[in-house]
């Protein structure tokens, strides 16, 4: 894809994706405080959030619009910084399970 080929979106763009994260943080505003979803409160909320992050990094952080080698090296530093929360919570839980 050539440069010419790469369209950055609209401000039109802008606000629906400003809106849809507003929509995004009143769901969890919401689900926080209704009382019948505590039991699945964290995953609900690491949902909402996986997409509000989905949302920042691919159009205020233009990752859409960049090449791939630019995305690649983002992706990769999020990928083992997720690997050393998921280790690290493993191993700390394993700590906290009484035996």
């Known amino acids: 894809m050539s440069e010419e ?12 994706v400003a809106a849809f994260l507003t929509a995004l943080t009143a769901m969890e505003v919401t689900v ?6 505590k039991p699945v409160l964290l995953p609900v909320l690491l949902s909402l959030s996986a997409a509000k992050f989905a949302l920042v990094v ?14 690649g090296v983002f992706l ?4 083992f910084a997720v690997a ?7 191993l700390f839980a394993t700590f906290l399970v009484p035996g």
């Open 5 to 16: 080929a790469r369209v950055h979106p609209s401000t039109g763009t802008y606000l629906i």
């Open 32 to 37: 926080f405080y209704v009382r019948a979803l």
């Open 58 to 71: 691919l159009f205020y952080m233009h990752l859409k619009f960049d090449r791939w080698p630019y995305a």
């Open 76 to 79: 990769a530093q999020l990928f």
């Open 84 to 90: 050393v929360i998921v280790s690290l919570g493993l």
